[in-house]
């Protein structure tokens, strides 16, 4: 197996990780541990967002975790300083959640960026940033697959406030001369996802009720089309991007292998786990309202630039899948986390 090109980057590089202890940002953990990296997570786990402490349970002493709110301009202030890159993950994901509450949306995916990126043009403005951003900055495809160039027009507060941020850190790079860029994430599953509630994506709520033997409702006609990125693929993205410097005040998306439609995806989990059950069923009226119909990224732009480009398919990724959840799903289904259960 040839190593890529960042494998002796990392090691001994100063690596700040927002959101560290949820879904990606563990996984991303784990990765840079192996690599040698110095790994601070910093982690608000505030419930329902998908911190978890157990996601690092077996990578505890290797990593320093610093349980703040990226929201705390003081705290960022600090734990800016001295970081070679910032892997900037922290973010309130649900599209249901920020239209519920589209305050606190607010307050995560908008202010709290400037409080990072204010924190780091005045205490750290060598370090690198990347930030995890999202398809649905997109909204409703125009065309397929969907580019950079595709307009952005979102269609809940979860995706423009997204896209605020998003264009916070660009402007930074633009303007103060931040090393900042962008990956728009799709569909991203794997271990380590948030299962306690069904508010932060379908796939990881269908693994779920998969497992449990459940009927997995599916709404309107089960067409429609999505890709999806094991997270192992979206981590690497991440390495690649905090190595070079080519993507500095970029956008890139990232995206699956091969589309498929969500009744497809459906049979295939249940074939895979052996049980469970679907039914088609109306699209209740809150989320008709925001749904963006088919959807699948075009990444030509970040596998010419940084030779990225998915590996892990559909059945092999589900299949890893189901078996870590079988494996640990005492730390994943009974509840969300304690904010006061500090590691």
Request: charged share 20%.
């Amino acid at each position: 197996m040839i190593e890529p090109a960042y494998h002796d980057f990392y090691a001994g590089r100063r690596v700040l990780i927002t959101g560290g202890l949820g879904f990606i940002g563990s996984n991303l953990a784990h990765r840079l541990v192996s690599l040698n990296a110095r790994v601070l997570l910093v982690d608000s786990l505030v419930p329902d967002y998908g911190g978890n402490p157990f996601n690092v349970q077996d990578i505890r002493d290797a990593v320093t975790i610093n349980v703040a709110d990226i929201r705390d301009q003081h705290a960022m202030r600090y734990l800016v300083q001295g970081q070679d890159i910032i892997f900037n993950l922290a973010g309130q994901i649900s599209h249901i959640d920020s239209m519920r509450d589209p305050y606190t949306d607010l307050e995560i995916n908008c202010r709290s960026q400037l409080s990072l990126l204010e924190a780091c043009r005045h205490n750290n403005p060598e370090a690198k940033i990347i930030y995890a951003s999202t398809r649905q900055v997109y909204g409703k495809p125009r065309y397929l697959p969907v580019d950079e160039e595709h307009l952005a027009w979102p269609t809940d507060v979860n995706g423009i406030n997204k896209l605020a941020g998003e264009r916070y850190h660009l402007v930074y790079s633009q303007v103060y001369g931040l090393q900042a860029t962008s990956l728009r994430l799709t569909n991203t599953y794997g271990p380590r996802q948030l299962l306690c509630h069904n508010r932060q994506g379908f796939i990881g709520w269908f693994i779920r009720q998969a497992i449990d033997g459940e009927e997995i409702q599916l709404f309107g006609d089960g067409r429609q089309v999505r890709d999806l990125t094991y997270v192992d693929d979206v981590v690497e993205a991440f390495l690649l991007a905090g190595f070079s410097d080519q993507v500095n005040g970029q956008i890139f998306n990232l995206g699956g292998l091969q589309p498929i439609s969500l009744r497809d995806l459906v049979e295939l989990l249940l074939k895979t786990v052996g049980a469970g059950s679907y039914r088609l069923v109306p699209f209740p009226d809150e989320k008709r309202a925001i749904d963006i119909g088919d959807f699948y990224a075009n990444y030509d732009r970040i596998r010419r630039v940084l030779g990225w480009e998915p590996r892990v398919g559909i059945e092999e990724g589900l299949a890893r899948t189901v078996e870590f959840y079988r494996a640990h799903r005492q730390h994943y289904w009974s509840r969300c986390i304690n904010p006061l259960e500090v590691p």
